[in-house]
């Protein structure tokens, strides 16, 4: 082989010589690199969220954007061990699909330590799938000149050879095979060994020291790779033939016998990538993040080992029963039980949620003191309200005579388009009857067959004599979709259905979820374009159809350019917009081998699509429009059909703002609605404390894979649980978090749970809403961040103010209030379609639990509605004692506000159930006496006293600099004063 050789880059590399390689190699495997954090630079940039730096290999660092451009398939990987692999749910399908950036979590990417790279077809590039060639660490300690040789060759057949150092010491060839895909089958594995010895089953288990990976392949880049030649972004282009032969010249070679001397590792197996549950996941996860090592499944146990100092070999039983998960040591000569016990009362930081104490929840003894009557209620800590009752105009309760009359006033100011929310049943809707009464003609929309039918029956039984006369003579119109009255496309379509010999306007009636579904959303697909450039050669539609299809297929790392380019070529062809328009609408020449689409209406075509598109966003930064699976795609503002004399929309919940949106050249208006009056016994208790997103309650950062639940979802659920088995006779329902469900199959059991479901996931359960007595609501929807800023674009996309996609992720507030608008409308809309499944109007003594302290409109603000934190329930002690301890807890806050600086310190020690001392410094505080802060660590002892407290609470009670104060407490842990229970959780030590 020529080892005197150099391995050459074209982009400015240092040369080094295949000499030196093999020690490089093993410098690597004896010193490896560590992993690198992505970031995202700015965190929201002018367009979408989406742009991470990510660390592909040592000093190699690419955008996000830079690798969709590239069109290689990529995933985001955790931090070593055990996390930089695909989720466990990544398969199927989904495997086989380009992946990019907008197909996971935004957390995952702020959590992420370098990619994944699909190989095979999912990175693959005008017909070129993605191949990676891996020579591992022993086989070049085994056969280095045989490798070597193959490496070099590897590297004459192209230009830009890309060559990387795996995290192990091996190497790396990677390129892409024109109109080939590798298998990954046994057969086709290269072995460093005679195979011609070798069983089948020992040819199953010979670890492959050469692996060629294409098909449903995948290979980690990130910090621990070092790129030694070539650029990740543009790997070469090799034939099949060109590729093969060094690689066929190597399996020659390394199948005769191979006397090198190889180092040997002991392996050890793997364990299960997958268990059967969340819970067994988390236990795995316990077990490796204590040292143990996978032995062996056997009898539906699962063994692990591990070798403790001066004790031995311990070994321990893993198994799943009972929805819990238990452990067993062998031997009796270690801390772990010998009988089978649960995981969770052996460690508590699992992220299993334990099972309710036989002994039931645990209790302070404060609050037996305050159950008593001796102790205030303001003795136990508690979070700062981020949720009070607002104190608006008192709304009045409207009659139908009063809608009547605004509906009419609305008419009188030629309001075109009215807003209105709906009761569940038309006829219960005042607006229907208002219009129907003065003999006007109705036009309805509705999805739902029943509803529309009963809307039907209800016209037909109207004893109003002026509409029966009406429908004598013209019968309503009952029309499946409501984009008939806004879209063009279905204007002559609209024009027949609506047809009268009397010259009657209709009036609409149209059922939306949200605003911009008004928007009628157009496409153009890659595959029309190419039949218009083909079909139509030379013409002005061939012409114009390659010049969008160059444009579209453009990769701009600003979404603004991207439209910028699309605009501009639209410009370029309005001289020709007639010949256009009329070769959209005609088929094409007699010699066309194929038929693309033709256009029915030749006054909306494509480019009338496009022209109103351009014209109403005027700029590109926020123009919804998107060229995504090799479709274009982009929303138009609605045309309500001129034969439409009013349009009445019905929808759960109406912005007034994002309805003018959709509806720019006319007037609008929301009417007021009838409120619901609740029947008797029906209450609303709304947590004040937090929002309770889905961080709250899972752990988001314990694993990549499962989440485990946090102390606050522990507390939550536990007390869920107890009131659950406190009485049986009453039924109870939950929603929560899809991710937290997989946790809560023990309370799913009970005979008295209604339903556990998941926010999205509440359609079909109308019958079971009814049954359940006591609603838990637990934390805040997960709304898509591209969902809303989406609609956001379509809404607002052409205000002279760009838009900002800004969030702060505590309090998942924007700080552009049009996105705020966007994203509150969707929770609200979520929220109250659980409260009308309650049916709180028509179903008497139900009690909903808002776990959230989201404001929601019409409910938080309500009579019946009491807002409460956590400890008023350990007060109570039960739920139907919970309105007294708010009442209790309430006439004790009105007497904290009253303390004057000449209330008796005995006064405040009985109303805020504090100390002599604290009351002292309360009244000091107030009379504005001076005195030094005391120290540091004085404070954090005394609020230790108390019990365990985590960093935030810790760093929320003392004045002072977040950082200073956490460099305490890691010196106090350093000194002794103070134990740290696990990450962020400190006590005092032991006496």
């Not at 008939?484 to 009397?502: F, G, I, R, S």
């Not at 959303?521 to 139509?536: A, H, R, Y």
Request: charged letters at 25%.
């Amino acid at each position: 082989m020529r080892t005197s050789n150099t391995m050459k880059t074209d982009n400015g590399l240092q040369n080094f010589s295949l000499q030196n390689l093999i020690s490089r190699c093993h410098d690597r495997h004896q010193n490896p690199l560590k992993q690198k954090k992505s970031y995202s630079k700015p965190r929201f940039y002018k367009g979408y969220p989406n742009d991470f730096t990510v660390r592909c290999a040592s000093k190699y660092q690419v955008m996000s954007h830079d690798l969709e451009t590239a069109g290689i398939s990529f995933m985001p990987i955790r931090q070593t061990p055990r996390t930089d692999h695909p989720p466990r749910n990544f398969a199927g399908e989904r495997f086989l699909k380009h992946q990019q950036v907008d197909n996971w979590d935004a957390i995952r990417w702020h959590k992420s330590y370098g990619i994944q790279v699909y190989t095979g077809m999912p990175s693959a590039r005008d017909g070129a799938p993605w191949h990676d060639i891996t020579f591992n660490y022993e086989a070049l300690c085994a056969a280095p000149d045989a490798i070597l040789a193959c490496i070099q060759a590897l590297v004459d057949t192209a230009a830009n050879p890309l060559l990387t150092i795996t995290q192990s010491g091996g190497l790396r060839f990677s390129c892409r095979i024109p109109e080939y895909l590798y298998t990954n089958t046994n057969q086709e594995r290269l072995y460093v060994c005679n195979t011609e010895s070798l069983t089948a089953e020992e040819l199953q288990q010979t670890e492959a020291y050469i692996e060629i990976q294409g098909e449903n392949g995948y290979n980690c880049w990130d910090g621990r790779h070092e790129i030694l030649l070539g650029d990740l972004l543009n790997p070469p282009i090799i034939a099949k033939e060109v590729f093969f032969a060094p690689i066929d010249a190597l399996r020659a070679t390394l199948h005769q016998p191979v006397f090198q001397s190889v180092p040997y590792n002991q392996g050890i197996p793997g364990a299960p990538y997958h268990l059967e549950s969340v819970q067994f996941e988390l236990a795995k996860e316990a077990f490796l993040e204590r040292g143990f090592s996978y032995v062996r499944q056997e009898d539906g146990l699962h063994y692990w080992s591990r070798r403790d100092h001066g004790i031995g070999t311990v070994e321990v039983a893993l198994w799943e029963s009972e929805d819990d998960v238990w452990v067993r040591a062998a031997t009796s000569n270690t801390d772990l039980p010998t009988e089978a016990t649960r995981i969770t009362d052996v460690w508590n930081d699992t992220g299993i949620l334990p099972p309710l104490p036989e002994t039931g929840l645990p209790i302070d003894d404060r609050v037996f003191a305050i159950r008593e009557g001796t102790l205030s209620p303001l003795a136990l800590r508690r979070q700062r309200p981020v949720l009070h009752k607002s104190s608006p105009a008192e709304k009045t309760q409207e009659t139908p005579e009063k809608i009547n009359i605004q509906v009419q006033r609305a008419f009188d100011r030629n309001v075109r388009v009215l807003g209105f929310i709906p009761e569940t049943t038309l006829g219960k809707t005042p607006e229907v009857a208002s219009l129907l009464q003065k003999g006007q003609i109705l036009c309805l929309n509705m999805t739902d067959a029943e509803f529309a039918a009963k809307a039907e029956q209800f016209l037909q039984n109207l004893n109003v004599e002026s509409v029966n006369a009406t429908l004598q003579t013209n019968k309503a119109q009952i029309l499946e979709d409501f984009r008939l009255l806004l879209d063009p496309q279905y204007a002559k379509t609209v024009e027949q259905l609506l047809e009268t010999q009397d010259g009657t306007q209709w009036i609409g009636i149209i059922n939306f979820m949200r605003e911009n579904q008004l928007f009628p959303k157009c496409e153009i697909s890659k595959t029309t374009l190419n039949e218009w450039g083909v079909n139509w050669k030379d013409d002005a539609l061939g012409n114009f159809a390659l010049t969008l299809l160059n444009v579209v297929e453009i990769n701009d790392k600003s979404h603004a350019d991207s439209v910028r380019r699309i605009r501009s070529a639209i410009r370029t062809f309005e001289w020709l917009e007639e010949e256009l328009i009329q070769q959209m609408c005609h088929p094409p020449l007699e010699n066309s081998q194929t038929s693309p689409t033709v256009y029915q209406d030749p006054d909306w075509t494509i480019w009338h699509q496009l022209k109103r598109f351009f014209s109403y966003y005027k700029k590109d930064v926020d123009a919804p429009m998107k060229w995504e699976d090799d479709i274009l795609r982009f929303w138009v503002p609605p045309v309500l059909h001129p034969n439409i004399r009013r349009l009445l929309i019905a929808a759960p919940v109406v912005n007034d703002e994002h309805l003018s949106r959709a509806f720019t050249d006319e007037k609008t208006e929301i009417l007021d609605t009838q409120l619901k009056t609740w029947e008797p016994g029906n209450r609303v208790f709304q947590i004040r404390t937090g929002l309770y997103q889905q961080e709250a309650i899972l752990d988001l950062s314990n694993t990549w894979d499962n989440l485990g639940i946090t102390e606050t979802g522990q507390r939550f659920f536990w007390r869920i649980q107890a009131e659950i088995e406190r009485d049986p006779a009453i039924k109870h329902g939950i929603i929560t978090h899809f991710s937290t469900i997989e946790h809560l199959r023990g309370i799913k059991k009970n005979e008295n749970v209604c339903f556990l479901t998941s926010f999205q996931e509440v359609e079909g359960l109308e019958t079971a809403f009814q049954e359940a007595q006591v609603i838990w609501v637990v934390g805040l929807p997960e709304i898509d961040l591209r969902s809303t800023l989406r609609r956001a674009q379509i809404l607002f996309g052409n205000d002279e103010e760009p838009l900002s996609y800004e969030r702060e992720d505590e309090s998942y507030h924007y700080r552009d209030t049009r996105v705020q608008s966007v994203y509150e409308k969707e929770v609200y809309r979520i929220f109250k379609e659980i409260i009308d499944l309650a049916q709180l109007d028509r179903i008497a003594n139900k009690t909903i639990m808002l776990v959230t302290g989201m404001r929601i409109p019409e409910i938080t603000d309500k009579p019946e509605t009491l807002l409460f934190d956590w400890a008023d329930i350990e007060a109570a002690g039960r739920l139907d004692k919970l309105p007294e301890a708010i009442a209790t807890r309430e006439g004790f806050e009105t007497e904290r506000d009253n303390i004057t600086t000449e209330t008796l310190r005995r006064e405040v020690e009985r109303i805020l159930g504090c100390s002599t001392r604290q009351a002292n410094r309360v009244l000091r505080r107030m009379r504005g006496g001076k005195r030094a802060r005391p120290l540091f660590h004085v404070q954090i002892l005394e609020l230790l006293a108390d019990g365990e407290m985590t960093t935030p609470d810790i760093v929320e009670a003392i004045d002072g600099h977040p950082k200073a104060i956490n460099s305490k407490l890691t010196r106090m842990v350093e000194t002794g004063e103070i134990v740290k229970v696990k990450r962020g959780v400190y006590k005092l030590p032991e006496t």
